[in-house]
């Protein structure tokens, strides 16, 4: 059973940085990434990254986000800086998994951002 445990999110003022970590068991995944849905919004890619390496970020974050994982721990992670009010969403880690190509989502994690 594929299982996408996440941890890190929270309360930060502007201009602050928060890590979210993304521990997944039960399958191997080839894609790897963090997701975002704000009230009223439709949830959207932050950062992707994949086994190999390979990252992709929306235009919002580049600059200021890092997405990186650990292939041995299957963990992925995602280093924010300087942080903005409109970063407030709640988090959703993304797994897919290899060679069935099926989404995972975790639970999500709350991020708020305070100006």
């Known amino acids: 059973q594929v299982q996408l445990v996440e941890s890190g999110g929270g309360l930060v003022q502007a201009g602050g940085s928060l890590r979210l970590s993304c521990a997944a068991s039960?399958?191997?995944?080839?894609?790897m990434g963090w997701y975002r849905q704000a009230p009223g919004k439709q949830r959207e890619l932050v950062a992707t990254?994949?086994?190999?390496?390979?990252?992709n970020y929306a235009d919002s974050v580049k600059g200021r986000f890092t997405i990186s994982r650990d292939n041995a721990k299957m963990t992925v992670y995602l280093q924010m800086n300087s942080l903005k009010p409109e970063d407030t969403a709640v988090y959703y880690c993304?797994?897919?998994?290899?060679?069935?190509?099926?989404?995972?989502y975790g639970q999500g994690t709350q991020v708020t951002v305070s100006s």
């Open positions: 990254i994949t086994i190999g390496g390979s990252t």
């Open positions: 039960g399958s191997i995944f080839n894609a």
């Open positions: 993304n797994a897919v998994t290899y060679p069935s190509g099926k989404n995972w």
